[in-house]
């Protein structure tokens, strides 16, 4: 089976072990004598998947299932962006927002729609090209949200801030890709397609004790009550996304955790941020501050960007596909996300530095 070097955004790219197991669990699972495909979701194959991808998340996040549950929901972080302000922003009310790129102003746009919405930090007048700072939390705030990476500009962060209100979290470019203490949020989302599995499924884990507070009023399907209540099976489930989730959560125990990763990840990112600094005549990282960067999305410009075109093709030939920029800022970007190879990484530095020199 031949493989690219696929550095999309997503979806990206599984471990190939997943890949093998996830393909003969579509000929036949768990020797039902059907397809993962064609199962009931009130089966007792599909309910043991399903346990097992909820007990996985929580095990892997270091969260307790006493105090937090799972949600496994369609729609992606964009369905989110609505579904948190229109269960917990009641009349009258407002929520903390942090704008540190594209998706952060998305969400907070979208809260508009529901109640008031206050830009707790931003990092707007940078053009996003650093992590926003000095956050000026409302103590009297229904809730506090944070993307902890940003696709598209480039920048992560790799803590949860102090919030005096319940912290909802955005973690669907990073999700998994290092240790966090997610014990700091009250609800955390993620869709599944760069960290954990396919298109279709978007992960939202919860407190229990904050779910208690979401409104009723709301639409049945976009109701946090109604698909807590029912272990996240009040509709057909999107069967095949966690089933793919629960091999992808045994990949990463498999690795030794979100630690693991990490150290795997910080290493990857490594490799391709010193070959862009070593060469600061050809190359403009998007994001100058070490700190700032992500070690998910790598984001850099050409200094002469007509020489864009040539460094594409010549990727390429390298077998090295999905490396232009997001629409929206142009540019360069690798995502190098946790199931991304780390000789991946390598081969792509090497290429920086052949570009570089004219090779």
Aim: with cysteine; net charge neutral.
């Amino acid at each position: 089976m031949r493989r690219i070097l696929n550095f999309s955004s997503g979806p990206a790219t599984l471990p190939p072990s997943v890949l093998e197991e996830a393909s003969r669990g579509v000929l036949e699972i768990a020797g039902s004598g059907m397809s993962i495909l064609e199962v009931s979701h009130r089966g007792g194959v599909y309910e043991d998947i399903h346990r097992r991808a909820r007990a996985g998340c929580l095990k892997a996040m270091g969260l307790s299932p006493e105090a937090y549950t799972v949600l496994f929901l369609g729609g992606g972080a964009s369905q989110q962006f609505a579904m948190v302000p229109m269960n917990f922003l009641r009349p009258g009310a407002s929520a903390d927002y942090v704008d540190g790129g594209e998706w952060g102003a998305r969400a907070a746009k979208e809260a508009r729609l529901f109640g008031g919405v206050r830009i707790a930090a931003s990092s707007e007048a940078a053009r996003h090209a650093e992590l926003p700072r000095d956050f000026r939390w409302d103590p009297g705030a229904a809730y506090a949200h944070v993307t902890t990476n940003n696709t598209i500009e480039g920048t992560q962060m790799r803590f949860l801030p102090e919030a005096p209100t319940p912290l909802v979290v955005d973690a669907s470019s990073d999700f998994l890709g290092h240790t966090m203490d997610w014990g700091r949020a009250s609800l955390v989302y993620a869709g599944a397609q760069k960290n954990a599995g396919p298109a279709g499924v978007t992960i939202v884990v919860a407190r229990k004790s904050f779910l208690e507070r979401a409104r009723t009023d709301v639409p049945t399907m976009l109701s946090y009550a109604v698909h807590a209540q029912a272990d996240s099976l009040y509709n057909t489930p999107p069967v095949f996304p966690v089933y793919v989730l629960s091999l992808v959560l045994e990949w990463v125990e498999a690795q030794g955790g979100t630690a693991a990763l990490g150290a795997r990840n910080e290493r990857k990112a490594a490799l391709v941020y010193a070959a862009l600094d070593a060469h600061p005549d050809v190359y403009e990282p998007a994001v100058a501050r070490p700190a700032d960067r992500s070690w998910m999305n790598i984001t850099w410009r050409l200094r002469d960007p007509r020489r864009e075109e040539a460094f594409l093709k010549g990727a390429a030939a390298r077998g090295m596909q999905g490396l232009k920029g997001h629409r929206s800022v142009g540019g360069l970007r690798a995502s190098v996300y946790n199931a991304f190879p780390e000789e991946g990484c390598a081969a792509l530095a090497q290429y920086l530095a052949e570009f570089a020199r004219g090779v």
